[in-house]
């Protein structure tokens, strides 16, 4: 280990500063909302991608969804999704479908 000490040591700052880094990136709400919301138009710019796949595969019909699925499709939390398709509602690019949980994704509305 007396042989390696540099490597070491360059391990663990490297370590340090990673963490320092992630500890200041979180204590500051005013980023952490900024990232949220741009997580959050990622995320609907992919459920409108995949709502304009699924409309390529099925094309008769329109395209509707459980949050619960899509998330399971886009590997992404359910509360995540719900969001998303929270902003697209409010862009007009889904509707709520009769069922709860689910969403009707408007292809056209792109």
């Known amino acids: 280990m007396a042989a390696h000490w540099r490597g070491a040591a360059l391990v663990v700052c490297g370590v340090a500063a990673v963490a320092t ?3 200041t990136q979180h204590r500051d709400p005013e ?10 138009h990622t995320l609907a710019e992919k459920i409108s991608k995949y709502a304009r796949d699924m409309q ?6 329109s ?4 949050e619960e699925d899509l998330a399971g499709a886009l590997h992404r939390a359910p509360e995540r999704i719900a969001r998303a398709l929270g902003l697209l509602h409010s ?15 408007n292809v056209g509305a792109d």
């Not at 390529?56 to 019909?61: E, L, S, V």
Request: net charge positive; glycine share 6%; proline share 5%.
């Open 21 to 23: 880094l992630r500890w």
């Open 31 to 40: 980023r952490a909302a900024q990232m949220r919301e741009k997580d959050t």
């Open 56 to 61: 390529t595969r099925y094309p008769n019909g």
């Open 63 to 66: 395209v509707v969804v459980s």
């Open 91 to 105: 862009q007009q690019k889904v509707e709520r479908a009769p069922l709860s949980g689910y969403w009707k994704l």
